[in-house]
Every structure is written in structure tokens, then in C-alpha cells.
């Protein structure tokens, strides 16, 4: 074991402890740029012309969304985030009535997309809703399409290129709204992309360093972020879908997997807090044991952190497995 293996060791730990909780954010609702202090160089509220209407109301699917809307918007937009409860599965995510209430009176909706939370198209499509109306839609603006079989890795946040143009159809979005805010959404999204960038060459000096070094993950979440790195997934693909699925991993297919954290043959175990169970746990354990790092990775924002910093501290846990 290196000498930030322990560190690493403890946040992951504490990544789980908080994935473990059952929390009750479900449905919060904020305004203006996150409390969380920036880590990283953040991006600067520039000076905002005094706002003459009620805020924008925003909805976005999940938490990540909703704080990137945070950013660009400031004080001018009012962001509701549906799923933020670091112990909920987004994918199993039931809508409810005050969902519904909330999506009606959305003048801006940020949905993942790609099957995520399909649960958006079927509620605007019986809420009615304020006029004008926009959907943006993550997986649609990054670009990713279906393989051939279908697959989708889904989990576009991951992918920091994808969320920077993302980044720039919200400004768009918001002035389209408030044209009086416009300059504002522009600036803030210039500076919140610049600080993407930041850690867009940290991904790519992991890459140049490291290349082709193998990790393992539970489920395909972060698979953008490690290809960006350079990292070279070795997961049996058999283990990582029937997690994903929720179905149990055969036998042999768990033996091989497990095996991987044996003799230093992975440098990393890439893990989905947010949905581990029996078999991801004992995969964790092996990992541990063995001196494996583990990677925390999940759905929704942790709490406290805003995105920026959750990328940015991701990088960090990677860098410290492949140092
Ligand atoms: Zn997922």
C-alpha cells in the first residue's frame, strides 16, 4: 500500500457511510449558487442587473442537474432537483404528485435522458404547464447515441466534455426566459466551463501518465470519466450489467471479478454507492483487503459538495489509485 492509500481508503469509506443512509432530500428546492465553498477555482457571480420578475422556475431530474442550473442562474432562477437522496436509486425512482407539481410549472426542465428518468416525458406530458416551455436534454446535447445491441451508457455527467455544452444550452435556456439576465448566464457559464477545462487536463494528464492502466467498476456510471483517463475497464461485462440490472451475478462470473483484485492486476475499484448490494459489497471487502483503492462514484450529488468539487475530488481519488 502506497502512502495515499490510507486517505483514500477513509474517503471512500466515508462516500459509502453517506451512500448508505437513508436520507429524505427528495424533491428540494434551492436558489442561487451552492453553499458548498469551492475547492477548485469556481466560477464568480458577475454583477447582476436587478432582477424585475419572479425567479425562473427550473426542474431538473436529479441534483447534479439542478446544480449546474444553480450556477449559471444565480439569484435569477428558483431550482427544484427531484431525486437527491444519495440512498435512492434513481433508476428505480417512482414520481409522485408534488413531481407533477412541480414539473407544471417548470418554464425550464433539465432531464438526463437516454431511458434515465423517462418518468419527466410521461408527467410533462400530462402537466400541462407554463407556456413556452424548454426541455433540455443531457444524453440528446452530449451527443452519445445507442450502440448498435441498443446499450447506452447513460450517465452522461460523467463526461465533462458533454456537460460543458450542456452548460451553454442552460445560459441559453435562461436568457431565452430573461433576456435581462443574459449577460450574467453567459459570464457564469463561461466560468463555470472554464473550471470544466481545468479538469478536462487533469483528466488528460492522467492519460498521458497512465494509459491503459486497468481498474474495475460495479456498474458502467463512470465509465466516461475513466476513458477520459485513459483507464482501461477489465470488468467481466456479465458482472457490471447484472448489477446495473439488479439480477444476481453468476457464480463464476463473481469468482473472475473477484480475482481481479488479487496481485495488483487492477489499480482501482471504480464504485457505485447508490446502488450497492451483497455482491458489490464483497467485491468492496476483496478490494480492501487486498489493497485495492476504491473510487466512490454515484447518481446524485453528494451532500455538501457541489459539482465541480464532486468531479474534481473524483479525479483526485483517481489520482491517488494510479499513483
Ligand atoms: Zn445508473
Redesign the pocket.
Known amino acids: 500500500m502506497h502512502g495515499s492509500a490510507a486517505r483514500c481508503l477513509v474517503l471512500a469509506t466515508a462516500m459509502l457511510l453517506v451512500g448508505g443512509c437513508a436520507g429524505s432530500g427528495t424533491g428540494s428546492v434551492s436558489g442561487g449558487q451552492s453553499a458548498a465553498a469551492p475547492s477548485t477555482p469556481g466560477p464568480t457571480a458577475v454583477a447582476t442587473p436587478a432582477r424585475t420578475s419572479e425567479p425562473i422556475a427550473v426542474v431538473a431530474s436529479t441534483n447534479v442537474y439542478g446544480d449546474i442550473v444553480s450556477r449559471i442562474g444565480g439569484d435569477r432562477v428558483a431550482v427544484t432537483s427531484i431525486i437527491s437522496d444519495p440512498g435512492q436509486d434513481?433508476?428505480s425512482y417512482e414520481a409522485n404528485a408534488r413531481t407533477q407539481l412541480a414539473l407544471s410549472q417548470a418554464r425550464i426542465v433539465v432531464e438526463n435522458g437516454g431511458g434515465y428518468d423517462d418518468f419527466v416525458g410521461r408527467m410533462l406530458g400530462t402537466a400541462g404547464g407554463a407556456a413556452g416551455r424548454q426541455l433540455l436534454d443531457a444524453v440528446e446535447i452530449s451527443g452519445h447515441k445507442a450502440a448498435a445491441d441498443g446499450s447506452l451508457n447513460e450517465?452522461v455527467w460523467y463526461d465533462l466534455g458533454a456537460v460543458s455544452v450542456l452548460a451553454a444550452r442552460i445560459a441559453d435556456a435562461l436568457a431565452a426566459a430573461d433576456p435581462a439576465g443574459a449577460e450574467t448566464f453567459r459570464s457564469n457559464a463561461d466560468a463555470f466551463r472554464a473550471t470544466l477545462a481545468v479538469l478536462q487536463s487533469r483528466e488528460a494528464d492522467l492519460r498521458s501518465g497512465h494509459e491503459g492502466a486497468e481498474v474495475a467498476i460495479t456498474?458502467p456510471?463512470p465509465l466516461y470519466l475513466l476513458q477520459a483517463c485513459g483507464l482501461h475497464n477489465v470488468t467481466p461485462p456479465e458482472f457490471s450489467k447484472a448489477i446495473?440490472e439488479g439480477t444476481d451475478v453468476p457464480a463464476r462470473v463473481l469468482a473472475d471479478t473477484l480475482a481481479l483484485m488479487d496481485g495488483g492486476k487492477v489499480k482501482a475499484l471504480v464504485y457505485?454507492t447508490q446502488?450497492a448490494g451483497p455482491q458489490t459489497e464483497q467485491l468492496r471487502k476483496a478490494a480492501e483487503a487486498k489493497g485495492v483503492h476504491v473510487v466512490g462514484v454515484s447518481?446524485t450529488l453528494p451532500p455538501g459538495t457541489g459539482y465541480l468539487d464532486w468531479m474534481s475530488h473524483t479525479l483526485d481519488a483517481v489520482r491517488d489509485a494510479l499513483s
Open positions: 434513481p433508476h450517465h456498474e456510471v446495473e457505485n446502488t447518481e
